[in-house]
């Protein structure tokens, strides 16, 4: 019996994630929870009528207490956070952080106490921070196992698929393209050297290409120029999220050679040290995944023989990560200083 929780559910990443997990034969009940309560149980309350196995439960909360988030999280097998702020034109994925940090810290500690074993995938920005905000509030409550904790980083590989077809050719359904370290700007970094099949970039092409990758979410942003619900991307995320969240799911259930990013916390994953060491020792970092029962089953070293146009997106990658993990985690550790 798989329960499936939506944190958030009500938002423009939430419907659609959850029309997705709604719809597939591997999870058994979908909890949706969300602080918009009329939203949440409208949302429900359609998705309920959908004539697929999956049973839908819709949760808010009364007044102040957290009873809804609890009663939603309670004995899931996978929580997938969408839950906080979108940006607006001109904002940064950092721009979130004074919200969305809050907002991830209190998911997760209700998470900690009434699905400790959980799986969870957090999609809510800036993720290069409010990764490890979950990470050291899972470890604060003593329930930290780093192989269940994934930073949803799936949207980046999704349009490297995309844009990559787009020069190349080869179909997206053909193409496995690691994207690796962060996800904003300068921290997401495709390794088309790394790519199946081989993938040749024209040197005309390569800039505009890795800068459309990394400025993916700005460019939705952009174009959905601050109005409608959502500001940034929606349902590009809510397949991304989906695609990782059923991978979680068929790995759980036996499935092997499921193999995709994210951003996970090294010291506690198998082959972690190896990527630690080459990435300068940055404890989190979004690389390529083996998935199994237990959640990560290991994970492999996507920075060795780079090409040098990819070292030097490393190096600009490696000047910007450092802080944003530091935030997450002094959110959590040093709260005063904040
Ligand atoms: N990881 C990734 O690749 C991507 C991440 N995102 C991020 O996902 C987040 C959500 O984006 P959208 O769905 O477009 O925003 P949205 O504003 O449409 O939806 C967010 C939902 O979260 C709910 N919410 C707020 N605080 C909550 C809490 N404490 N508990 C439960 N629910 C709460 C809101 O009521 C709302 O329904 C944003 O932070 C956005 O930046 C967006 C696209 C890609
Ligand atoms: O750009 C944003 O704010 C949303 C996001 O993470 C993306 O689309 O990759």
Not at 40 to 47: A, F, W, Y
């Amino acid at each position: 019996m798989v329960k499936a929780v939506v944190a958030g559910a009500a938002g423009g990443i939430g419907q659609p994630l959850s029309l997705l997990l709604k719809l597939s034969p591997l999870v058994d009940e979908l909890a949706l929870y969300d602080v918009h309560q009329s939203q949440v149980q409208g949302v429900s309350v359609d998705l309920s009528h959908i004539s697929s196995p999956a049973k839908i439960t819709g949760y808010d909360n009364t007044g102040d207490s957290l009873d809804g988030a609890k009663a939603a999280m309670k004995d899931a097998g996978i929580i997938v956070i969408p839950a906080g702020v979108p940006r607006k034109p001109g904002m940064t994925r950092d721009d979130l952080f004074k919200i969305n940090a809050g907002i991830v810290k209190g998911l997760i500690e209700v998470a900690a106490e009434v699905a400790p074993k959980a799986f969870i995938l957090v999609i809510s920005n800036p993720v290069n921070s409010t990764v490890p905000i979950a990470a050291e509030t899972l470890k604060a409550k003593g329930v930290f196992d780093a192989k269940k904790l994934f930073g949803v980083t799936t949207l980046d590989v999704v349009r490297s698929e995309t844009f990559v077809s787009e020069i190349t050719g080869i179909k997206t359904s053909d193409l496995n393209i690691p994207v690796v370290g962060g996800h904003s700007g300068e921290t997401i970094v495709p390794l088309f050297s790394k790519a199946t099949p081989k993938v040749d970039i024209p040197d005309d092409k390569y800039a505009a290409l890795v800068n459309r990758i990394q400025y993916g979410g700005d460019e939705v942003v952009k174009a959905k120029e601050g109005k409608g619900p959502g500001g940034s991307a929606t349902l590009s995320m809510a397949l991304a999220g989906f695609r990782f969240a059923e991978k979680v799911l068929k790995a759980a259930k036996g499935e092997k050679g499921l193999v995709e990013p994210s951003y996970v916390y090294l010291p506690g994953v198998p082959g972690g040290d190896v990527v630690k060491e080459a990435n300068g020792g940055l404890d989190f970092f979004s690389v390529p995944v083996e998935l199994g029962p237990n959640g990560v089953e290991k994970v492999t070293n996507p920075l060795t023989d780079l090409t040098d146009k990819e070292s030097s997106l490393l190096k600009e990658c490696l000047k910007k990560l450092p802080k944003n993990i530091e935030d997450g985690v002094d959110f959590v550790k040093a709260p005063a200083q904040k």
